[in-house]
């Protein structure tokens, strides 16, 4: 059985996490796909607003979805105001 | 230079002195002279640190929270319901390994409605990690909260600096209030290793796995363990540099007494009294005073005792369907190397007056031949 | 040890009378006071009770007091409740009273010694705190300064002016007024 009293001042006393978020591969937990229809979408925004993940991307007119880091979450396709996210089972995909 | 302060005032004062960083308050009875002062004295340019009027106590401790990771020395004060509705962050803090101070005035926890003393508030923030100090008098909390930072500070641990609803908090005596010039000798400023800083970025408090989770609690208990020594430690430099001297424990007049009152708080001080009042008597009666709760001094409490010793603890606190917590935590401290016996008795609850009389009743039951037998808990109050 | 058993109504300022006296005695640099407050029901008129330890040794003993060797009583009509209870036999009742007032109790409390410092008219006269409600405690602080001899009338004064919230040069007239006639009152007894 492992003892923790030898040198219990050694161990550390707090934890710091010093990685980037961005390590943190997200996207594998997804099991839905957003998808965007570029002929409906506005360009208004509201995606990325309430993206919880903030893997929303504004560089074009057409907002880009990072897949490395969707969940699959579904609240772009729920807030949409056009209903132009789709969204769409993995498997299919 | 001697001055005329209540206990509430001689904690804000001493936060002053400690050059505290970010003062963080809510009011509530009978702490709320402790905060205004700091308030009055930020209005008047006389207190430098930041000072913040949070909308609830549970929103100060997450400032403390807040402020301490960022590096600041840190002080609050709070009472009652308002401690019990900082809980949950109390435990953020001391898991956090910051080394707050927050004073705590004693008073009872309703159901029902009661604004006095009593330690069932303080008591009750037991297992949060905190360090727990005692007070007997308002000179005793100035020189604790000083004492506290320092101590803090060495073992990463954050420290509740306790005193006694009305009894201290709003009773007017003379306290020697040092220089700043003194204290800045005795108490360099706050040098933490990490702080949470925008040019090297790390995450604080985020999810860990259980033995990662153990390990961190392992080193708690190490820090809490060296507490023991660093309260000793800091207690002598602090007489060495103001001529007052504590330690964990403060014993009166101890050493030919086999029958012994266990205090806490102002009480204490009443307890020298009795003490006194039962010498006059010819009876060997000494008082020991409970200083710190958290670490509990076990160590020392051991060294103290000898064998065939009485110990008459009076709890103005109690835990139901266990007793007086300090009575329990002598018990355990005790068990099983010790062949001293301790009689638990309940009083005050509620802010009821613990005379020199009631103290002097207590030590006659505890020494009288009879009583060998220890009792669990004997529940008393003054007769007037 | 000296014990001191103040009583009065929310709104006269007993409190502030007792840390008033605290400050002075130390001041007057030759013993230490504890002053300790009562806190109830805080409410303008409720009885209030404050009490006040003396000594030159450390005071270690905290509680009420329960027996003490005088009363400070600053509202006279708080003569019908129990206030007496546990006044040493002998022990002296510094009372705000005109001296018919103060015969009429002498004689209702022979077991007492009672001395009367007019507060209620000097606190008049100054226009301390309103018509209704005269503000009498830092005559009474100037008359229990004296009769007790806690300390001279230059520290109390330094004190009253320090810690009144407003009209100190009025204040310091009151307890320097009652101080006066507090040692007149006594020196007579004497």
Redesign the interface.
Known sequence: MPLLDDDARSLPRVILSTRRMSENKTGNWRTMRPVIDRHICTGCQICWKYCPEACVKLTDKVPAIDMDFCKGCGICVEECPKRCVSFVPEASV | M???L?GNHAAALAAKLARVQVAVGYPIT?QTQAYEMLAEMKAKGEFPGEFIAAESEHSVMAAILGAATAGARTFTATSSQGLAYMHELLHWVAGSRLPAVMVDVNRALAAPWN??TDQSDSLSQRDTGWMQFYCSTNQEVLDTVLMSYKIAERVMLPAMVVL?G???S?????VDVPEQSEVDAFLPPYKPEVVLDYKNPVGFGALVGPKEYLRLRRRMAADMAEAESVIEEVGREFGAAFGRRYGQLDAYRCADARTILVTSG??G??A??AV?ALREQGLKAGNLRMRSFRPFPAKALREFVRPGMRLAVVDRNYSPGAGGIWAQEIKAALYPRSRASVHGYVAGLGGG????ELLQEVWKRVDSANASVPVAETWVEDA? | MFEIRFHGRGGQGTVLA??IL??AV?RQGER????????GVERRGAPVTAYARISDKP??????I?EPDALVVLDPTLYSSDILNGLKPGGSVLTNAEPEELSALAAKYPRFKFVGVPALRIARELKLGSASSPVVNTAMCGAAAALFRLCGMEPLLECVREAVPGKADANCEAARRAFDAAREAQNALA
């Open positions: 001697k001055k005329v209540m009978p604004l006095w006694d009305f009894t201290l709003h009773s007017y005596e003379p102002a009480v001080s009443t020298r009294a006194d007056d613990i005379t020199v007037r | 007792v840390k605290a400050d130390l230490i006071c504890l002053a300790i407050p009562e806190f005071i270690l003993i905290r509680t009420r329960y």
